[in-house]
């Protein structure tokens, strides 16, 4: 089970930053992501962050800008997002990934003046 928090409506050039809290598994052993989908396009990954934060990956698109951390103790990830763009528009949703994998219900973000 996990739960996004932290979207909402941002200018461009401002920031939010999303949590996700995971429930019911075994949060540490688990590889974790930020995807987002845009309206009429395919869900993307933009961020991953490895069990131990050891290994950590972005799209190009997000790079410099995102950033992904975890807090084991909390079971939470979180999605710090500076200097966004109209076009992170979309539904972020998290993702817990081992053997099996784990989707929350996503959060709304909107980018617009």
């Known amino acids: 089970h996990l739960v996004e928090s932290g979207g909402g409506l941002v200018q461009p050039g401002g920031s939010l930053r999303l949590t996700c809290v995971g429930s019911?598994?075994?949060?540490?052993?688990?590889?974790m992501s930020w995807y987002r989908q845009a309206p009429g396009k395919e869900r993307e990954r933009v961020a991953f962050?490895?069990?131990?934060?050891?290994?950590?990956k972005y799209a190009d698109s997000v790079k410099g800008r995102f950033t992904i951390s975890r807090d084991n103790a909390k079971n939470a990830v979180y999605l710090e997002m500076n200097d966004l763009k109209v076009e992170d528009t979309g539904v972020y949703y998290c993702?817990?990934?081992?053997?099996?994998?784990?989707w929350g219900q996503g959060t709304q973000v909107t980018v617009s003046s």
């Open positions: 019911g598994f075994t949060f540490s052993n688990f590889d």
């Open positions: 993702r817990a990934q081992r053997l099996e994998s784990y």
């Open positions: 962050l490895s069990t131990s934060s050891i290994l950590w």
